[in-house]
């Protein structure tokens, strides 16, 4: 379908056999994107746990081991910042394999993800399938959606739920189905079993400013309280289930977590998300803003289908960016449920033939940093590959594979962007190039290096052995609980009950074997004195932080004392 066909898209209205045709190719698309999508977000992966990672799968390890919760736990604890929902998908994809893996642990957002580019794939074929498909390129082409996607971010529920009540709420103009308005309250319940508040809040909002630009103030209102309804709902469930689990105390500490604390704490100013998207966002963010610069006289008169949908997608933009800029806590990754509604805005560079001069300049642009990113890529490339031969040797290990798989890809832009002038579709397959080297480098590059500074499990494995031969108890000294401990016990092979002292007298009256682990910093203060001996067993690193074990016993001047001492009372 075209932009030229018909202002207000009616499929009743459209032959039966075109309207088939049109099922039957968005679903080929849609479940092609899904399929290519997962398999995208789970290769290569990373061999443990990292970064806030290990905290989901130490929260799944707790549920394979004592059972589902409401909430998940740490040693036992509940957790009041999540709910449990997303640790019981993890859960559920480690009961085949008997233990909870980085691929496990990392599929569930995988999928959630590829669910979203077939949501955004369908908003933009509803106009044309050429958008749809550069949409789903721009939001693979983004950073953090990418990254994030190849981890564990409880946001990318947010965005799901975002995305489909977006589409429920358009797609219902635009497709005369309006009994989809009844599966809104069902998206929103979802997002908050994933994320809490910030779940339900953030697509209900989307959903009241998607039906408010289209002028429907008395659907607006309505939809308005049945989220009010909804969200009380939730939060009440919430509640009941945290007494339920561990008690009113508990149930404060969520209410605190989840609603009040997000509140309260200091943070970045308010301008932090709109200058910070630029780079995090990118290449959506700017050219999104650039579309609207351009077409921002034909958005406001809403004359033309494509310009509702822009100027809806950028005022629900602009919904989650001032209503996310309200808590005080900001960190990047809270803004995935604008990256789709930002890449079909900015992927209407690819779209129209007719473009104004300063989008047709844009596209110009992108088409030729994709054309050049090959060779660009492969000297940089080449050029690490030469610092890690002398500086960082494990560096070096997927240098020479990236490099192979780049060589051929500076042909093909070369060939596309010059040779084949007739392919049909050029630019949107030197798009696909530039997407698919962007890949290869976050993949086979970023991500290696990131894993080499937040490497724990040599450490882990260090300890592990020294645990095989004489078992003991595992001590974190002036560590956690709910810190590095964390990452530690997330890569243990083995389900173990540590202790945690903040105490040296405590720590010197333990008695039997014990394995103390404490950061080097806090290890070095620990100089042997009062008859007292420290025999290090290993050093290493728990993320990025320089650790040691230790053992902590009696010196020999102490023990012959003590031995003399004896020899004197049984004397008398």
Sequence with gaps: MTFSQVDRLDLEAIPPVRAARWFQSTTCDSLLIFWLAVA???????????????????????????????????????????????????????LPFGRVTPFTTVLPTAVVSALILVVTYRIGAIHSRRWGLAAVLFS???????????????????????????????????????????????????????????????????????SLWNGHF?????????????????????????????????????????????????????????HRSLTALAISYPLAIIVLGSRFREILRRRAETDRLLGGLAFCAVIVLVGMAIPAVKKTRYLLPIVPALSLVGSYVMVNAALETQLFRARR??????????????????????????RRPDWTVFSPVVLCLLIPLVFVARKLDRGWS?????????????????????VGIAEPVSYSFEETRSFVRQIETLYAKEPGTIVFWQVGPDAEDIKFMANW????????????????????????????????????????????????????????????????????????????????
């Design 422 to 442: 007739g392919v049909p579709n050029r630019d949107m397959f030197l798009l696909a190039v530039g997407l698919v080297i962007f890949g290869i480098l976050d």
């Design 493 to 572: 092979s083995e389900p173990i009950e540590p202790q945690f002292v903040t105490s040296l007298d405590v720590l010197r009256e333990m008695r039997g074997t014990r394995y103390v682990i404490a950061k080097e910093e806090t290890f070095r203060t620990l100089l042997p004195n009062e008859g007292w001996s420290l025999r290090v067993l290993a050093r290493g690193t728990i993320g990025h932080r320089a650790c040691a074990v230790f053992n902590l016993g009696e010196s020999r001047e102490r023990n012959s004392r003590a031995i003399s001492h004896t020899a004197t009372s049984v004397r008398r």
């Design 140 to 210: 693979l082409f983004t950073f953090e959606f990418f990254s994030m996607s190849r981890s564990i971010p409880l946001d990318q529920y947010t965005s799901l739920a975002t995305m489909l009540s977006f589409y429920l709420v358009y797609s219902s103009d635009c497709l005369a189905r309006q009994g989809r308005f009844a599966l809104l309250p069902f998206v929103w319940g979802l997002g908050f079993a994933f994320r809490g508040p910030i779940g339900l809040v953030i697509p209900a909002a989307v959903s009241c400013g998607c």
């Design 218 to 274: 008395r659907r607006t209102l309505l939809l308005g309280i049945v989220a009010a309804g909804t969200l009380a709902l939730c939060v009440g469930g919430l509640l009941l289930a945290a007494r339920t689990q561990a008690g009113e105390p508990f149930a404060r500490r969520v209410l605190d977590e989840q609603v009040v604390g997000r509140l309260d704490d200091r943070g970045p100013g308010w301008t932090y998300y709109w």
């Design 365 to 390: 642009i992108l088409l030729g940093i994709c054309t050049h990113l090959p060779i660009v890529s492969v000297i940089a490339v080449g050029g690490f590959l030469l610092f890690a031969l002398y």
């Design 40 to 94: 995208t977000f789970t290769a290569s992966l990373v061999p443990e746990f990292i970064g806030f990672q290990t905290r989901f799968a130490f929260f799944a390890q707790e549920m394979l081991r004592h059972g589902p919760s409401f909430f998940p736990t740490t040693y036992g604890t509940p957790y009041p910042d999540y709910p449990a929902a997303s640790t019981c998908l993890i859960c559920l994809a480690s």
